[in-house]
Each structure stands twice: as structure tokens, then as C-alpha cells.
Nanobody, 120 residues
């Protein structure tokens, strides 16, 4: 499966932004999907994951501000981000695989990343 992340940009604190991850190749609906982010000088961290059946989980600190969703008919996953903070600044990556692979970040399927910059 090939993944293409998009939707990043420069926004102000408090703004909202929606990221998209378009998938092509093998059956999208059979994969769990996830969003990760990596800020400069920090390790990559899981933001949210969604199973093939639509169950979701979030990094504890982000639940309530971020919402992950998928549209299997469009082979696309989304990350709706609201009330953005400067500390949300990072490159955001999408990933696909089994749910365990996605949650662990051990999958081989990654998108190229999209930069999100939140100014104060």
C-alpha cells in the first residue's frame, strides 16, 4: 500500500486543521491506520490509530482535540485537529498495517509526512 499525507500548513494557535492520508494499492479497508508526529529533536509519537472496523484510540493528551476517521469508499484517512497549540508543531505521518503494528509504529507502510506549524 502507498500512502500520501496532505493538509499540513502554518496556522495560528487555536485554529483547526484537517490532515488527509490517501491510500492506494492493496485493500485499504483491511488495514488499521494511524497518525504519528515527530517534532524537531523528539522521538516520533503515536497521535491516534483507527482499526479496520473503525475503533479508535488516541494519545492521552490529545484526546478531545484530535479526531481520527476513515472513509473506506475514498481510501482516505483523516485527522481533524482543533484548538491547535504551538507544541503540536511537528511533521505528521500516516501509517498502515495491522493494529498492533500501527500502535507500535513497527509497520513498513508510511506516508511521506506533512508539516504542521502552529504559531503563538
Amino acid at each position: 500500500v502507498q500512502l500520501q499525507a496532505s493538509g499540513g500548513g502554518l496556522v495560528q494557535a487555536g485554529d483547526s486543521l484537517r490532515l488527509s492520508c490517501a491510500a492506494s494499492g492493496r485493500s485499504f479497508g483491511s488495514f488499521a491506520m494511524g497518525w504519528f508526529r515527530q517534532a524537531p529533536g523528539k522521538q516520533r509519537e503515536l497521535v491516534a490509530a483507527i482499526s479496520s472496523g473503525g475503533s479508535t484510540n488516541y494519545a492521552g493528551s490529545l484526546k478531545g482535540r484530535f479526531t481520527i476517521a476513515r472513509d473506506n469508499a475514498k481510501n482516505t484517512m483523516y485527522l481533524q485537529m482543533s484548538s491547535l497549540k504551538p507544541e503540536d508543531t511537528a511533521v505528521y505521518y500516516c501509517a498502515a498495517g495491522s493494529l498492533l503494528e500501527v500502535v507500535r509504529g513497527s509497520t513498513s507502510y508510511w506516508g511521506q509526512g506533512t508539516q504542521v506549524t502552529v504559531s503563538s
